[in-house]
């Protein structure tokens, strides 16, 4: 079946302007996850998103960041007047549940100039 | 949720088997062990995770020690594509304890 598809797969993008990020999870996966990805480095949560619950915003490094679900499903990841350190590659999970395993997308690589 | 332990790199030759090891002695009782793995620019994948019996997907084997402080990965018949990073991570199954967060992992090198 399908997995979890991103788009776009890389995004070039001046210091200051927005960018969207989308995420369409495993169909029926009720949990939805962002996380980024420096050149070299671990996974850093961003958010998550659980059925109809609020979502945990615990990791989101500032105000410029935000995301929404809609409908349950499909997920965009805002970032308002990039910087450079905002250069990395931002992956989405889903999983069934929140205790079952998340299946990552492919990923968006951003590069702020 | 415990830290593991995992060597840097390994080298396997193609065709055989690929055993990866894990330390978790610090690992509680409702905490499972779970591997994933990151091909080179790709999204990280998930393999396989285990409570306490082993466990076998189409991808891998997952060997547990009786007192459950260190875990195998085993692909059993290791090729080129399955070079990766491979990681070891112990979860909680309860509330608050879903994100993920990889340490270093083991660099393994399939060799033709």
């Known amino acids: 079946g399908a997995g979890v598809s991103q788009s776009p797969s890389n995004k070039v993008t001046e210091k200051g302007k927005d960018v969207e990020l989308r995420c369409d999870p495993i169909?029926?996966?009720?949990?939805l996850y962002w996380y980024r990805q420096s050149l070299g480095q671990g996974l850093e949560f961003l958010i998550y998103?659980?059925?109809?619950?609020?979502?945990?915003k615990s990791g989101l490094p500032s105000d410029r960041f935000s995301a929404e679900r809609t409908g349950g499903s499909v997920s965009t990841l805002t970032i308002q007047r990039t910087q450079q350190e905002d250069s990395a590659v931002y992956l989405c999970?889903?999983?069934?549940?929140?205790?079952?395993?998340?299946?990552f997308g492919p990923g968006t690589r951003l590069t702020v100039l | 949720d415990a830290k593991t332990t995992q060597p840097p790199s390994m080298d396997c030759a193609e065709g055989r088997a690929a055993n990866l090891p894990c330390n978790h002695s610090?690992?509680?009782?409702?905490?499972?062990v779970y591997w994933y793995r990151q091909i080179h620019s790709q999204g990280p994948q998930y393999i396989i995770h285990?409570?306490?019996n082993n466990e076998t997907n189409e991808m891998a084997s997952l060997i547990i020690t009786e007192d459950r402080k260190s875990s195998t990965l085993i692909l059993p018949h290791a090729t080129l594509r399955d070079t990766a990073v491979y990681y070891c991570?112990?979860?909680?199954?309860?509330?608050?304890?879903?994100?993920?967060?990889f340490g270093k992992g083991t660099k393994l090198s399939v060799i033709p």
């Open positions: 610090t690992i509680s009782g409702n905490e499972y």
């Open positions: 169909s029926g996966h009720t949990a």
């Open positions: 999970a889903s999983s069934l549940a929140t205790h079952n395993e998340q299946f």
């Open positions: 998103f659980q059925g109809n619950s609020a979502p945990d």
């Open positions: 285990g409570l306490k």
């Open positions: 991570i112990v979860r909680h199954s309860g509330a608050g304890s879903y994100q993920l967060t």
